[in-house]
Nanobody, 115 residues
Framework: QVQLVESGGGWVQAGGSLRLSCAAP????????MGWYRQAPEKQRELVAS???????DYGSAVKGRFTISRDNAKNTVALQMNSLKPEDTAVYYC?????????WGQGTQVTVSS
């Protein structure tokens, strides 16, 4: 079973920054709009940012202006630059297509923001 591989999470104080990265198989990456999702404890997984194969981006209202999604089509990777982090950004972050492909969920990467 092919999975997406996320990396770059960690612990940071409020106001800090982190950069997440996701590697995807070329067959999956090249044809899909890609997105970053997050799931906080006892909450549903939510889409926070997306980017089309042509680079058109969209963001959830909670992260707009603070997060930036990008993709490298040559390397089949998608990144999420997260600035001005808040405690409420604490979650496990996942990448996947938009809409998501259930069998491609990876392990995610934990982001913890302390106040």
């Amino acid at each position: 079973q092919v999975q997406l591989v996320e990396s770059g999470g960690g612990w940071v104080q409020a106001g800090g920054s982190l950069r997440l990265s996701c590697a995807a198989p070329i067959s999956f990456f090249s044809i899909n709009t890609m997105g970053w999702y997050r799931q906080a404890p006892e909450k549903q997984r939510e889409l926070v940012a997306s980017i089309t194969s042509r680079g058109i981006t969209d963001y959830g209202s909670a992260v707009k202006g603070r997060f930036t999604i990008s993709r490298d089509n040559a390397k089949n990777t998608v990144a999420l630059q997260m600035n001005s982090l808040k405690p409420e950004d604490t979650a496990v972050y996942y990448c996947n297509a938009v809409p998501f492909a259930p069998r491609y969920w990876g392990q995610g990467t934990q982001v913890t923001v302390s106040s």
